[in-house]
């Protein structure tokens, strides 16, 4: 059964202090290092951070004991993984007859960052190097023996993997013989043997997706042309030839989520669209007849995009279809789901609970139950029997009943457009207390949105006595095509409006003291934390740039070889820097060329293998500022990318982050 599941993922960072004291004289190491602060700067930044708290960094940040829990195809293993005295998390597999556990992946340098059953012998992982993003794809028996690299090419990254069932391959993607585009193989995972299944040749107007059905046929493809229209390609069963279903602007959604073999059609697919309306909407649609053959499931508010589909053994039917709308929404569909839906909505009350694993047979079902307030349970569901079992707590030292509540919020912009969003609120804030405020946009920033459920950094805050704000802005996805375009060429101008709207609802809430806000973000946040102490350097205390960007230009000529062929599309959102007069703008809100608008401390961290923001993008904001003699306390971690995904590193940056809030906040 391919039951969708949330996720309760993880990403994060580790340095030793050998590399740390390295850092200013190896040559090799990217970015300037001579930039980065010394050890006892930051350590003086941690020290800040004082009080009697009931939880440390390390209640919210350190890895699970044990987590990842999974069911093998047959039902009779269950892996997961677990945490050593070093943090090295790996994977183990127990077997349920005899109760004997295996190590079967060892976890060294580099994390794995994914994993699964291939089938009920064989487990799979995805790993990079340093946060480098260039990820390979391993094979291994549970027994951790015949480990192979199914993808054993230097410099290329994977871009999709598809298992195909009761067989002993997958179908991967990947920019091996062009590092802009990516191309279909046919992987055995048990001997490694490979075979190209398609060629993509056209590098101006490349092959985006391709369409496999259950059984690893390629029956369609998208092809990106001149990085602007988006047309879809389906193979006619009877000629062979693939024909133009659709050609769509690449603001509009027309994607397959997948066949529907609950059909006698083979030409029946579940497809998410937004062609005749603004809201992303599932449609039941004939790719040979190119129509619609009826609607599935809409929402007047929110984008509808993702299905769960049974497997084999129930005829592939549709169990139940999943959105993101204040809180995570699931409709049951099949009478199957329905019974299991009933029965844990009645156990589990209004927490949320998601199918992380399940056998072939639906048996045997992994239930993640989580809430605002809950880092997440994992509970053994017996389908047969209908009894839930307790199977691990994730986070038992975080209780309850000490966490922050994350209340969903709305208002109106400054133009009149309705605002969704969340803020955590620590206890004192609900006591009629006026606390300090953390203002946290998110990354992306098209086509991301915060959503609810428990947040370690927004608990973080609130056990030091702060609250978090997280506006979904303009630009944000899931709230319609009109709301998210309607930020297009807004970045760092009416999107920061929106933040700014945000904050000025808090503080009329009476929740906030004015007087201590601070902004802190990641990626696209990071840039947005940059803006926000230039757009309005009197509204904020002090910021934290977190793999920001600060200049668009250096951006834009650092994008890595796979996101070239998308570059089109970058310019619609952000700004064409061919044309004059967005140049012109993109000028105005780069904040590298702003710096003397900034007045507020500044703490900027950057992993130095970042693949999408450049090291160059913290380092010239540091220097920039320094060159004012404006001190900013500066991050580098050398063994990470996009985010910090080792333990070490991540506990050291909140706690400098928690210690450089303290330190402004209490001036």
């Given at each position: ?157 994977l871009g999709s993997v598809r298992l195909i069932k009761d067989t002993e391959f997958v179908i991967v993607t990947m920019n091996k013989n062009n590092k802009q585009i990516f191309e279909p193989y046919k992987i055995n995972f048990n001997t490694g043997e490979i075979t190209q299944l398609y060629e993509n ?467």
């Amino acid at each position: 059964m391919n039951l969708n599941s949330k996720i309760l993922g993880i990403t994060q960072v580790v340095i030793t202090s050998l590399i740390m004291n390295a850092q200013t004289t190896d040559k090799k190491l990217p970015g300037d290092p001579t930039l980065v602060s010394s050890k006892a700067t930051i350590e003086k930044l941690i020290s800040y951070d004082k009080g009697n708290f009931k939880y440390k960094v390390e209640d919210y940040f350190a890895r699970p004991k044990a987590s990842q829990f999974k069911i093998s195809p047959d039902g009779l293993y269950l892996s997961y993984k677990e945490k050593d005295k070093d943090s090295k998390n790996h994977v183990y597999v127990k077997d349920l007859k005899s109760g004997k556990i295996t190590k079967a992946l060892v976890e060294k340098d580099d994390l794995i960052r994914s994993y699964g059953w291939l089938d009920k012998k064989r487990l799979f992982y995805t790993q990079d190097k340093g946060g480098n993003e260039n990820i390979h794809l391993y094979a291994a028996d549970i027994d951790g023996k015949n480990l192979k690299d199914l993808t054993p090419y230097e410099g290329i990254t994977l871009g999709s993997v598809r298992l195909i069932k009761d067989t002993e391959f997958v179908i991967v993607t990947m920019n091996k013989n062009n590092k802009q585009i990516f191309e279909p193989y046919k992987i055995n995972f048990n001997t490694g043997e490979i075979t190209q299944l398609y060629e993509n040749k056209d590098v101006k107007s490349p092959i985006d997706d391709y369409l496999f059905d259950r059984q690893g046929n390629l029956r369609g493809y998208t092809i990106l042309e001149n990085g602007l229209t988006t047309k879809l390609f389906y193979k006619d069963l009877q000629t062979g030839k693939f024909n133009l279903v659709k050609a769509t602007d690449w603001k509009d959604t027309f994607s397959v989520i997948g066949f529907n073999d609950n059909s006698k059609n083979k030409d029946e697919v579940y497809l998410v669209t937004n062609l005749g309306s603004d809201k992303s909407r599932i449609v039941l649609y004939d790719l040979k007849k190119n129509a619609i053959i009826k609607e599935v499931y809409s929402n007047p508010t929110f984008d509808v995009s993702s299905i769960a589909q049974a497997g084999k053994s129930r005829n592939y039917e549709l169990d139940y279809i999943s959105y993101n709308g204040i809180k995570n929404e699931t409709i049951p569909v099949s009478k199957f789901y329905k019974e299991i839906h009933d029965k844990l909505t009645s156990e589990f009350g209004d927490k949320q609970f998601g199918i992380a694993s399940s056998d072939d047979k639906n048996e045997k079902l992994l239930v993640v139950v989580d809430s605002d307030k809950l880092y997440g349970k994992y509970y053994e569901y017996d389908t047969k029997t209908k009894t839930t079992k307790l199977l691990f707590d994730l986070m038992p030292q975080l209780k309850e009943e000490d966490m922050a509540e994350m209340r969903p919020i709305q208002f109106k912009s400054r133009d009149g457009l309705t605002i969704h969003g969340y803020i955590t609120l620590p206890k004192a804030a609900l006591n009629g207390e006026k606390v300090p405020l953390i203002v946290n946009p998110h990354g992306g920033p098209q086509g991301i949105r915060d959503d609810w459920g428990f947040n370690p950094e927004t608990q973080l805050f609130a056990s030091r006595g702060y609250a978090t704000l997280q506006v979904n802005f303009r630009i944000s996805g899931g709230y319609g095509k009109e709301f998210q375009t309607s930020g297009y060429k807004q970045i760092g101008r009416k999107a920061m409006d929106d933040v700014e709207d945000g904050v000025k609802y808090a503080i009329e809430q009476g929740w906030i003291d004015k007087n201590k806000v601070a902004i802190y973000g990641g990626s696209h946040g990071g840039y947005a934390t940059l803006m926000g102490l230039i757009k309005t350097p009197d509204l904020y205390s002090c910021g934290v740039d977190y793999v920001g960007v600060s200049n668009i230009f250096t951006f834009f000529d650092s994008f890595p070889e796979y996101w070239k062929p998308y570059k089109e599309m970058v310019k619609q959102i952000w700004y064409d820097l061919d044309n004059p007069e967005e140049a012109k703008i993109a000028k105005e809100v780069s904040p590298v060329f702003q710096i003397d608008r900034i007045k507020k401390p500044l703490f900027v961290v950057q992993g130095a293998n970042d693949p999408r923001v450049n090291i160059n993008e913290s380092d010239q904001i540091v220097k920039a500022l320094r060159s004012k003699g404006f001190e900013v306390p500066y991050m580098v971690k050398y063994d990470e990318g996009h985010g910090f995904g080792k333990e070490p590193n991540r506990i050291e940056f909140y706690k400098s982050m928690l210690g450089f809030f303290a330190e402004n906040f209490n001036k």
